[in-house]
Each structure stands twice: as C-alpha cells, then as structure tokens.
C-alpha cells in the first residue's frame, strides 16, 4: 500500500481556484490508479476525480466536470487536483485515494475501490 498526504486546503471565496496536491509514499506509485473524493457534513462521501495509472485517462464527476482537472507527476509521487471557479457547493473535506490496478478503474468509482487514503484537507468555499 501506499502511504497519502494531502495539502492545498484552505478558505477561498466562490469563483476562487485552489491546488490540492497528494504526497505519496512507496515504490510502486506508478500502477496505482490515484483519485479525490469528498465529503461535506450531512452527505456521503462523493467521488471527484480519478485517474488512471496505464494511460493517464481522467474521470470526473458531473458536478465538477470542466472546473477541476487531475494530474500526476510519477516522478515526484504526486498527483494533484486543481479546482477552479470554485463554488459553496464545494465545500468539503478532500480526500486523495489511492487504489492497485486492479480492478479497473471505472468512470464513476466507489470509494470502496480504494484501499489507501489520506487524512483529508479542508476546503471551505464563502459566498
């Protein structure tokens, strides 16, 4: 498994960008497929963003598509989410995952896939 750190968290006002970036540890970094979930008080936890580890495709979910984008950077056992046009909707702990390559990575992911997982940085959006 692999060990997660997130960073980036922080207050932002709507229509704002923020970076979260995710710190991994281990050798293997490079087949795991790497995503974002989140999770505001009162709802489950959501699924943001994902990608794959054998192609780099990118998976988003409906209520972030064409604001956020993922990358990673194997190199430097990172993978990042940049979010912008950022509204209160948004608000939320993220949570960087991490899961092996197999099973596939499906387009829309159950936080379940996932076996590894950060601590969570806040981002609160105000209006």
């Known amino acids: 498994q692999v060990q997660l750190v997130e960073s980036g968290g922080g207050l932002v006002q709507a229509g704002g960008s923020l970076r979260l970036s995710c710190a991994a540890s281990?050798?293997?970094?490079?087949?795991?497929?790497m995503g974002w979930f989140r999770h505001a008080p009162g709802t489950e936890r959501e699924f943001v963003a994902a990608?794959?580890?054998?192609?780099?495709?990118?998976y988003y979910s409906n209520s972030v598509k064409g604001r956020f984008t993922i990358s990673r950077d194997n190199a430097k056992n990172m993978v990042n989410l940049q979010m912008n046009n950022l509204t209160p909707e948004d608000t939320a702990v993220y949570y960087c995952?991490?899961?092996?390559?197999?099973?596939?990575?499906?387009?829309?992911?159950?936080?379940?896939?996932?076996?590894?997982w950060g601590q969570g940085t806040q981002v609160p959006v105000s209006s």
């Open positions: 990608i794959k580890w054998s192609d780099d495709n990118t």
């Open positions: 281990g050798r293997t970094f490079s087949v795991y497929d």
């Open positions: 995952a991490a899961k092996r390559s197999w099973p596939p990575l499906t387009e829309n992911p159950l936080s379940g896939d996932f076996s590894s």
